[in-house]
């Protein structure tokens, strides 16, 4: 683990935002298949707030969740039951979903919170799978494996998509960014370092702990929600999937850099775009699960400490000086 | 700073958004399909069925001259990716959309299909949804779920005439809609659904919800599963000694050929719904049922049949078609009236479906480790063997 606050100086995330604002021109260079690219760029957005809402708790506070599905799935269902089953707009989740999720997370702070490490892990994989199985077994209420399907989407076209998630993406960046530089993100991290020390310290690490739940959970809800309303089709495979959703979230931390700043976002990159790029490589990409899985496996013994939290010894791997 | 490494990301972004030149007179056509994950099987066979129809199309001149060029794209079986694949075909101006295998994933193309105005043909994807959403350009080649058992139900209500049935499915789209047309045609015969039951796709062990069944003593064992499942559970079956006057499945894992492989002797007797089979005197049916056992050895299930028979269908809209725009197509497919050896294919509006293909379903029985046709009797290759004989008095 590193040191809990990255230098605030660095990372510029406002010229990123600007960078990341512009990316809907690509529709103006010819040649180039714009709304395919705004389809992965969404995603990409997308996985980033989903990394950051995993490594606000798992990242910065220690409680490593493999459950992450559960808070994806119901902030999704959110929305499309909203819409299922009031005749509202799928977007309506993203508001609503806040509310739903926290209750969730509460309750599921109270179960599992009394849990420590590998136990808390275990018990998270337990609620999303439980989740699923509900929401498989809720016919009359969730309309179970057939799923839910939003007749029309809002648009055709993927700006607004982008700039929704991307507005999302960097209220949590900059969330999480004053969370952690403030006092409860230093409660956090000394309940990650050592909770016992903690609590010794007069740290109500319960209450921290459900903190940090719940306000990850939240963000990831509202990822949920926004992917109801762009997708237009939800079913409980689908959005509390272990292995596509929570398993993943784990990945887009680990590979970026867990308890960093920007690894959930650089994590994103890698694991949706380049994961898209790799399969899309003509004769080659057909053994993309094969290179994509050596990538990460170079990835996690090079550099333990994801591409971010490991920069320096990618620099030298890479034979890279630092400029001036 | 971190300049050169950002530098060398942006150039191999940049490679990835240069497009692949088309050449004019080639009709190019990508085909999205889980080629990978669990359901690899399935489109291993779709893909294959294709390469042999653009074969024997442009051995024959291709679509008004112009030879099909097929590609394929791997969608892993995820909504996310199919549509990935979808955008981009549509973007890079493929005016048509054809492929993909469950149902999710048929469902998020469709979706994406409609608002960009390209129609999509469906071949194998059977959720009843998919063709209920009033889609204007969403097509469907294979039949609904809701009518996947038709002559089944048919063989059971003249044959069979059960009092009572269990139906056991896996926890997806698919079984879920299976199960409920079966649910619903039993209660239409009379017969007593004495359990209803899901599981999780996958279980590695079914004794617990089999012991259950073999507790009912139910006449018929309806299992809706793709393919795994359904050589374990008819396996299992046959450990427990669970006795039913007949045991049967509801098409995609128990008509593929690689059910009577995994299940061996337990696969004996058991009926299954399908969409078609390699002994069809439907035209080019037998033909190509041959030629793909030569080539790959084994006889291809429904899936294969009907991705082969698209792209007839495809060439029969395109030709009909004043032009090759999405619109042009889109026109040429709903006057599309073709035999093909899929059996006739023909996109009408009703029963509240729209552009769907309604063909008639049949049921197979396996016989001595091979499908054969048992009804309706104007297509069976064999007569129909039941009462089926009793665990113990099999060899």
Request: net charge positive; aromatic share 10%.
């Amino acid at each position: 683990m590193r040191a809990p606050v990255a230098n605030p100086g660095r990372g510029r995330p406002l010229a990123v935002l600007a960078a990341l604002a512009a990316l809907p021109l690509i529709a103006l260079v010819p040649g180039v298949n714009a709304n395919y690219w705004m389809h992965n760029f969404i995603l990409v957005v997308m996985w980033s707030i989903i990394g950051m809402s995993w490594n606000l708790l798992s990242g910065y506070c220690g409680q490593v969740s493999f459950g992450h599905a559960a808070f994806f799935g119901i902030g999704a269902y959110t929305a499309g039951l909203l819409y299922a089953k009031l005749g509202l707009s799928a977007w309506w989740g993203m508001l609503a979903s806040v509310p739903v999720v926290g209750a969730a997370a509460l309750l599921v702070g109270f179960i599992c919170l009394r849990l420590r490490g590998p136990f808390f892990a275990l018990s998270t994989i337990a609620i999303g799978v439980i989740l699923r199985i509900v929401a498989e077994n809720l016919v009359g209420f969730t309309g179970g494996d057939q799923g839910i399907m939003i007749r029309e989407r809002t648009w055709v076209e993927k700006t607004w998509y982008f700039y929704i998630i991307l507005a999302v993406a960097a209220a949590t960046f900059w969330f999480v960014d004053r969370l952690v530089a403030s006092r409860l993100g230093y409660y956090f991290v000394a309940i990650r370092e050592d909770q016992d020390a903690a609590e010794s310290l007069g740290i109500d690490t319960t209450r921290y702990k459900t903190i940090a739940l719940v306000l990850s959970a939240v963000i990831c809800g509202l990822a949920g929600a926004f992917y109801t309303s762009y997708m237009g089709y939800i079913d409980p495979k689908v959005v509390f999937a272990l292995h596509d959703v929570s398993v993943m979230a784990i990945m887009v931390v680990m590979v970026g850099g867990v308890a960093t700043r920007w690894g959930p976002a650089i994590g994103a990159v890698i694991m949706i775009l380049l994961a898209e790029i790799i399969r899309t490589i003509p004769k080659v990409g057909t053994a993309h699960h094969t290179l994509f899985g050596v990538l990460l496996i170079v990835v996690i013994i090079f550099l333990p400490n994801g591409v971010v939290g490991d920069a320096g010894a990618l620099r030298r791997l890479l034979r890279i000086r630092r400029p001036s | 700073m971190k300049r050169p490494l950002v530098i060398a990301l942006s150039i191999l972004l940049l490679s990835a958004f240069l497009p692949l030149g088309a050449l004019a007179a080639e009709f190019k056509l990508v085909v999205p399909l889980p080629l990978t994950g669990k359901v690899a099987k399935f489109g291993e066979i779709m893909k294959r069925s294709f390469e042999m129809a653009a074969e024997e199309i442009n051995a024959a001149g291709g679509i008004k001259g112009s030879p099909i060029v097929l590609g394929f794209e791997d969608s892993t079986g995820k909504p996310e990716t199919a549509r990935a694949i979808v955008e981009k075909l549509i973007e890079g101006g493929q005016p048509v959309i054809v492929g993909e295998y469950t149902s999710s994933c048929a469902k998020a193309v469709a979706a994406v299909a409609e608002e960009r105005k390209t129609p999509y043909l469906v071949v194998a994807s059977a959720d009843d949804a998919i063709t209920q959403q009033n889609y204007r350009y969403v097509f469907r080649q294979n039949q609904v779920n809701a009518h996947y058992a038709d002559a089944f139900v048919n063989f059971m209500g003249e044959v069979v005439k059960p009092k009572t049935i269990a139906i056991l499915y896996e926890t997806t789209a698919f079984g879920t809609s299976g199960a409920d047309a079966m649910e619903k045609d039993a209660q239409k015969l009379g017969i007593n659904v004495v359990i209803k039951e899901k599981y999780e796709a996958g279980a590695p062990d079914f004794k617990p919800i089999l012991s259950k069944v073999k507790s009912l003593n139910p006449d018929v064992v309806y299992m809706v599963s793709y393919v795994m499942d359904a050589s374990l559970l008819m396996k299992q079956i046959k450990e427990l000694r669970l006795e039913a006057r007949l045991f049967a499945g509801g098409a995609a894992g128990f008509a593929i050929p690689e059910f009577v492989d995994n299940a061996k002797d337990a696969a004996e007797y058991v009926v299954s719904a399908t969409l078609w089979t390699p002994k069809l005197n439907y035209p080019g049916a037998q033909a190509y049922a041959e030629k793909y056992k030569a080539k790959y050895g084994d006889y291809p299930s429904y899936h294969g049949a009907s991705a082969y028979a698209s792209l007839f269908v495809l060439k029969a809209a395109m030709t009909q078609a004043g032009n090759w725009t999405a619109e042009g197509i889109r026109d040429g497919m709903k006057a599309v009236d073709l035999k093909t050896a899929f059996g006739p294919v023909k996109f009408e509006d009703k029963e509240g479906y729209q552009n769907q293909n309604f063909v008639e379903t049949l049921a197979i029985q396996v016989q001595k480790g091979e499908f054969e046709t048992i009804w309706p009797k104007a297509h069976a290759s064999k007569p129909h063997i039941y009462p089926v004989p009793k665990w113990r008095d099999r060899k």
